[in-house]
């Protein structure tokens, strides 16, 4: 694509300021200060970092609201307001006042050992920087015509240097710059489209039934799915870093309430950008550039830069995150339970383990190459594993340390199997089970099921 000047020294500038905000070693040289900013996240620095950590995937919003309408909005938006309030009202509380660093430290606790080093690696997959890794790459490929592996391997690099060392405080930084940025652009393009183009009630109107249909088409089994993926929220590794380093309690509980209102917003303006997208951009558009097609079909000079600079924040904002978030759980929560590691500091195994990450994260990008399909296939082994151990725990809930142990393992198993073997072609598995059932299923028997049935035969 050939960029105007103005648009490029616009992203230059945009990395350049990252790279000024993040680059800045972070107050104290304990491992509380990189991980967890010492504790100090204060209301709006959380609710700007929360909020744009989120987003990360955003060619995958492009490509279904552009080819399903509305129900990107069901399927990617309405889940999480639900279980991000529900953890607001029923969990962050409880969780800021465990005073521990890491989702994995909680399992430690509560379970052994050997629970914990199995959440870290659960965690570690489903904090996977491979699908931000992989949309960067796509990014920095389609504005500057850079060949997809190098444009991996730039994006990627550059990431890392300001993380390594302002590790948490980075994040923070950089997601405050990149949240307004987010919002002035898609704001930016949907004044642009309504003042020149059509009204949003004529657009609705003009649409075809599929896209303004809540399913999209897709069978109900798929929907319900993806909903229950949105319970990633309860236990995403982001969700849990933010509250944990939230100054009190009030302000994790508060904040998470402030993030689903701006979730909201940003989500009314990505699927309305997709309707438009549809309507305007002529048949054969590559879905996953909807977005990016119809900024420079509408957008001057300057404003497609600012544009364009929204983009690349909702990705690098989520990349940087979750590169920090596997890292803590290779580097702390597994690598600091074997001896050999322990002589080595837990900033140095951190680093050095999301070094590590985010080269697999590059192979994985490389030979995977959907994002979707990324998204899809890591929460759905994932978090059957966590959910019920995590809420346990956080909850209070009656516990059995080595049944969590099992669920911990099995569940996972199970919906990587079904993943594997019960797959008849690309969208469909057998009887119509989605993995995350099976997996979600063998978590329930383990840790509900058969803990009740223990109890009603001792009454017997």
């Not at 995958?60 to 529900?86: K, R």
């Not at 920095?140 to 015509?145: D, P, Q, R, W």
């Not at 987010?182 to 039934?209: E, K, R, Y």
């Not at 959910?387 to 346990?392: A, G, S």
């Amino acid at each position: 694509m050939n960029l105007h000047y103005i648009d490029i020294s616009i992203i230059v500038i945009y990395f350049l300021g990252l790279f000024y905000l993040g680059y800045k070693k972070p107050k104290g040289s304990s491992t509380d200060s990189y991980v967890l900013m010492g504790r100090r996240l204060t209301l709006m620095p959380f609710v700007m970092t929360l909020v744009s950590t989120c987003y990360g995937g955003i060619l995958g919003v492009s490509e279904f609201s552009y080819t399903y309408g509305v129900s990107n909005w069901i399927i990617f938006g309405l889940p999480y307001y639900v279980f991000g309030l529900l953890f607001a009202f029923k969990v962050a509380e409880r969780a800021h006042r465990l005073k521990v660093s890491s989702l994995p430290e909680i399992m430690g606790r509560d379970y052994g050992k050997y629970a914990g080093i199995v959440a870290a690696v659960l965690v570690m997959i489903l904090a996977s920087p491979a699908p931000y890794v992989l949309t960067l790459g796509f990014l920095l490929n389609y504005f500057f015509g850079i060949p997809l592996l190098p444009a991996l391997i730039l994006g990627t690099v550059f990431s890392l240097i300001y993380i390594l060392r302002g590790g948490f405080s980075a994040v923070v930084k950089t997601d405050a710059l990149q949240f307004i940025l987010m919002f002035c652009g898609f704001i930016f393009l949907l004044t642009a489209l309504i003042s020149t183009t059509i009204s949003p009630i004529q657009l609705f109107n003009d649409l075809p039934t599929g896209h303004t249909s809540l399913t999209g088409g897709h069978n109900l089994g798929y929907i319900v799915v993806w909903f229950f993926i949105g319970s990633w929220t309860l236990v995403d590794p982001g969700f849990h870093q933010r509250v944990y380093a939230a100054k009190t309690e009030g302000i994790a509980k508060r904040g998470i309430i402030i993030a689903v209102l701006f979730w909201f917003l940003f989500d009314l303006m990505t699927t309305l950008t997709g309707l438009y997208a549809f309507s305007l951009l002529p048949e054969g558009t590559n879905a996953a550039q909807a977005f990016l097609v119809l900024g420079a079909k509408i957008l001057p000079p300057g404003l497609l830069g600012i544009f364009y600079t929204a983009i690349l924040s909702t990705v690098m904002s989520t990349l940087d995150s979750n590169s920090l978030i596997s890292g803590i759980s290779l580097g702390k929560d597994i690598l600091g339970e074997f001896k050999y590691f322990q002589k080595w500091s837990t900033t140095l195994r951190i680093k050095l383990s999301m070094v590590v990450l985010l080269g697999l994260g590059i192979v994985l990008a490389w030979r995977m190459q959907s994002v979707v399909d990324l998204w899809y296939t890591l929460s759905t082994i994932t978090i059957p594993g966590l959910l019920l151990p995590t809420l346990q725990s956080i909850l209070d809930s009656p516990r059995n340390a080595k049944l969590s142990l099992t669920s911990l393992i099995l569940s996972p198993l199970v919906s990587l199997g079904w993943f594997f073997f019960a797959k008849i072609d690309d969208w469909n598995y057998l009887w119509g089970i989605e993995p995350f059932y099976p997996g979600i299923l063998t978590s329930v028997i383990i840790l509900i099921i058969f803990p009740f049935i223990q109890k009603e035969s001792q009454h017997v």
